[in-house]
Structure formats: structure tokens, C-alpha cells
């Protein structure tokens, strides 16, 4: 079964940058939406960005727009998150996930995470 992997987390200071990547092992991602989601303790995971595979459109939560871009390398099958201007609130764990193009995120696979702490 393919796997999702996340990497690029770690501790950064307020207004730093992380970047963080997201591969699948066993499938491309062709003919589907690769996005990114955060879990911060104590809530739900929350909708961050996510970019169609086929055709590269993006969407944003609206908070996070401006300081977080999503993006793509078609040749080495990765989606990035580049995270600029971190805030103390962006501190969460953050979930690469995978589902196909045209259906809800609800039936979306998931990574296992990597931990984003932002210290103030």
C-alpha cells in the first residue's frame, strides 16, 4: 500500500521559515489532489492548502495566505509547503494528504506527520 511521508518539521523561532515535503512511496500522484492539514493540540485537523497534481490550481485557508505556499516537482513526485513568517499559533502537527481530484477531502489517506513548533 502506498505511503505518504512527511519531512521538514522541526523548532524555528517566531518569523522564521520551514519548508516542509511530502513523497508517496508505491504511487504518483497523478489524477489527484495533494494537500496539507495541521493539527494543533487540542483541535481538529484543520484544512491548510492543497494543489491539483494534473493541473497545479491551489487553495488556501485564508489565514495562512500570503505566508505559506504550496507547490510541486512533477519529476520527483513532492509537494511542498513553504511556511514563511511563522506565528506561535502555527505550532501543530502537519499532515500531508492524498485524495483523488474530484471527491471530498473526508476520504483522504494521510502521512503520520511531522511536528512544527514555533517559539515565540
Known amino acids: 500500500q502506498a505511503q505518504l511521508v512527511e519531512s521538514g518539521g522541526g523548532p524555528v523561532q517566531a518569523g522564521g521559515s520551514l519548508r516542509l515535503s511530502c513523497t508517496a512511496s508505491?504511487?504518483?500522484?497523478?489524477?489527484?489532489?495533494v494537500g496539507w492539514f495541521r493539527r494543533a493540540p487540542g483541535k481538529e485537523r484543520d484544512f491548510i492548502a492543497d494543489i491539483d497534481w494534473n493541473d497545479g490550481r491551489t487553495s488556501y485557508l485564508p489565514s495562512v495566505k500570503g505566508r505559506f505556499t504550496i507547490s510541486r516537482d512533477n519529476a520527483k513526485n513532492t509537494v511542498y509547503l513553504q511556511m514563511n513568517n511563522l506565528k506561535p499559533e502555527d505550532t501543530a502537527v502537519y499532515y500531508c494528504g492524498v485524495v483523488d481530484r474530484y471527491i471530498s477531502w473526508s476520504r483522504g489517506s494521510w502521512g503520520q506527520g511531522t511536528q512544527v513548533t514555533v517559539s515565540s
Open positions: 508505491g504511487r504518483t500522484f497523478s489524477n489527484y489532489r
